[in-house]
C-alpha cells in the first residue's frame, strides 16, 4: 500500500504491472507526440471533486497512478482503486524516506517488446 506520502511501495508496483500486463496494449502513441515512450509517476496522486467543500476531511476524492509521455509530458491517469491498490497507509514517524518522481523506464512500464 501507498505510505502517507503517496509513495508506491514495491507490492504496489507488483499490483500494478500484473494490471498493466492485462490492458496495455503497445504500441500505446502518445496523441501528441506520436512517440511511445511512457514513465509512470512513483506516487498516487490524490484528485478532489470540484466544490467548495473539497478539501474538507472526510470528502470523496480519486485516486490515481500517473502515466506520462518521455517525450512531451502528455499525461494519462489510471484509477488506483480500480487497478487495487488498497488505500495510503497512516503517517509513521519512521517514513521520510524520499522515493523518485518518475519511475525509469526499465522498471515500469515495458514499453518495449
Not at 511511445?36 to 484528485?47: G, I, Q, T, Y
Not at 480500480?82 to 523518485?100: E, Q, V, Y
Request: aromatic letters at 10%.
Amino acid at each position: 500500500m501507498p505510505d502517507e506520502h503517496g509513495a508506491l511501495s514495491e507490492a504496489d508496483l507488483a499490483i500494478i504491472r500484473k494490471w498493466w500486463d492485462q490492458h496495455w496494449r503497445e504500441p500505446v502513441v502518445c496523441p501528441v507526440c506520436k512517440t511511445s515512450e511512457w514513465r509512470m509517476a512513483n506516487h498516487v496522486l490524490k484528485v478532489h471533486r470540484h466544490g467548495f467543500d473539497a478539501f474538507k476531511d472526510g470528502t470523496t476524492i480519486y485516486p490515481y497512478i500517473v502515466v506520462m509521455c518521455a517525450t512531451c509530458a502528455h499525461t494519462m491517469f489510471f484509477n488506483s482503486a480500480k487497478i487495487g491498490l488498497p488505500p495510503p497507509s497512516a503517517p509513521t514517524s519512521s517514513s521520510t524516506a524520499r522515493n523518485p518522481l518518475f519511475l525509469p523506464l526499465p522498471q515500469f512500464p515495458s514499453t518495449k517488446g
